[in-house]
């Protein structure tokens, strides 16, 4: 290797024809041109992709020009990526046209003193070109590719407003060469059946959400907040009978009630509007608000309950939580009827129960007198309301009850598995969760106590459905 090193600087030094010395500088110079040239496509590319949409426009606001000139090029993502790929194409091109031979007639020489045996004539050019190749490769991957990549990647926003101009100059310079490749390839796509969707453009709420939780992990994200952001992106797949309050939890007036009951159920249960049916509980004919009753009591004689009930609302029970909010918020009402496919009545949802899926519990004047749904025991069980829904409770508690379309409730959910109507004291297990009834209301399981037991125990006793 040194005998190579002092042989180049020899054949440097005593080069007899200036004209070979000054095309060595220009090829030289011509591939560091070329390498810097892929790498500022690279850049391009890169920064392009990454750079915040909104931190662009903000800046664009404040008048910032080289943000102006970036948000026409955000705005035109597709085609200043096909230019800047084929910027990278002619770089990659050109650096192998003029490059690797431009080196290997720099590398032959220094083998020219080595014995024929050695190195035959033939040998001698392979392994310069050989050689060629393989530093013009290194000078590629790692100058041209990796490092402005890696460049790209942590300074986006920077190199991004640098680019812009240049690469404005260049798209328009190659413009009829831009929109022909781009059409081209969008051309092959829909050939294959496979249409351009733009994916570069935005993220996937996937990964969105990873993002959000790998903040929380590393601090930069209040617990509050975290959950909030996670509540956000549950909401959406959340249809209303996993949010309702089922028939059972609900206070319903008859039409025909008498109006001094119907006063005292409204002190009773400080409720400001109850559904009211006629004949059968399916059967619900309206919305009876307190507030409209109340002005009217010092005449009670012209009071008619059918009167002053309002239309009800009606939302199917398979409805997107989504979609309820917008036309709930959209009619200005707070309270919806739930009903079944067939129309039967299901249970009811209020503005405020679907607020409460986004930015938790919402507690007013009437919580507070409320038994309180999830009780942390002594011996660390968790005692339960059973019309809590599976869904919340898993939430809660970070257990993993199965969700079902045959029930919503923790009640149900028990029921489902026991075949039956559990009883006080029995118990019911799903893998390491161990259910028992504390108290029965009727035909309602209203206290259920949980038990997380440790997966030691659950390797080393026999698997148990409902016990007594």
């Known amino acids: 290797m040194a005998a190579l090193l002092k042989r180049a600087m020899l054949f440097f030094v005593f080069m007899d024809d200036p004209s070979s010395f000054a095309e060595l500088i220009i090829r030289g110079f011509l591939i560091l041109l070329l390498v810097l ?14 750079v915040r949409k909104s931190w662009v426009e903000t800046l664009a606001q404040k008048g910032e020009r080289r943000a102006k000139t970036l948000l026409r090029v955000i705005h035109n993502l597709d085609d200043y990526i096909a230019a800047t790929q084929l910027g990278i194409t002619i770089a990659s091109i050109g650096l192998g046209w003029i490059g690797e031979p431009a080196l290997a007639g720099l590398i032959a020489p220094l083998f020219e003193g080595l014995p024929s045996s050695l190195l035959t004539v033939g040998a001698r050019h392979t392994v310069a070109v050989g050689l060629a190749f393989a530093l013009i490769t290194f000078l590629h991957v790692v100058l041209g590719e990796l490092a402005p990549k890696t460049l790209a990647l942590e300074r986006s926003e920077r190199l991004a407003l640098a680019v812009a101009r ?58 509050h907040a975290h959950q909030l952001m996670t509540n956000v992106f549950d909401f959406s797949d959340l249809v209303v009978r996993e949010v309702m309050r089922s028939r059972g939890e609900v206070t319903v007036i008859e039409i025909s009630t008498p109006l001094d009951e119907i006063i005292d159920i409204f002190a009773r249960t400080g409720y400001s509007r109850l559904p009211v049916y006629r004949g059968q509980l399916d059967n619900i004919v309206g919305i009876l608000y307190s507030k409209d009753l109340l002005p009217l009591l010092q005449h009670p004689e012209q009071i008619r309950i059918d009167s002053l009930i309002r239309p009800p609302f009606f939302v199917p029970d398979g409805a997107s939580v ?71 409770v898993n939430r809660r508690l970070k257990v993993n009850i199965p969700e079902s379309d045959e029930y919503t409730t923790v ?27 504390r108290q029965v209301r009727g035909r309602r399981l209203s206290r259920i106590e949980l038990r997380v037991l440790p997966q030691a125990w659950m390797r080393s006793s026999p698997p148990m459905e409902a016990t007594r």
């Open 37 to 50: 040239a892929n790498g500022f496509f690279v850049i391009s590319e890169f920064a392009f992709v990454t």
């Open 411 to 437: 009640a149900g959910f028990l029921m489902a598995k026991a075949g039956k109507l559990p009883t006080v004291g029995e118990e019911i297990r799903h893998e390491n969760l161990c259910f028992t009834v």
């Open 166 to 223: 240049p690469m404005v100059i260049f798209y328009y310079l190659f413009y009829p060469f831009v929109r022909t490749l781009n059409r081209s390839g969008l051309l092959f796509l829909r050939l294959l059946n496979l249409p351009p969707g733009g994916q570069h453009r935005a993220m996937y709420a996937e990964e969105i959400r990873q993002m959000i939780n790998i903040s929380r992990e590393r601090g930069l994200l209040e617990a």
């Open 322 to 392: 989504g979609e309820v909010l917008r036309e709930m918020l959209q009619s200005k009402t707070h309270f919806a009827i739930v009903v079944d496919e067939y129309g039967a009545f299901e249970g009811i949802v209020t503005l405020e129960d679907l607020l409460e899926e986004l930015v938790g519990e919402i507690r007013d004047e009437h919580d507070v007198e409320e038994e309180t749904p999830i009780i942390r025991q002594l011996d660390g069980s968790w005692l339960i309301d059973g019309m809590l829904s599976v869904r919340e």
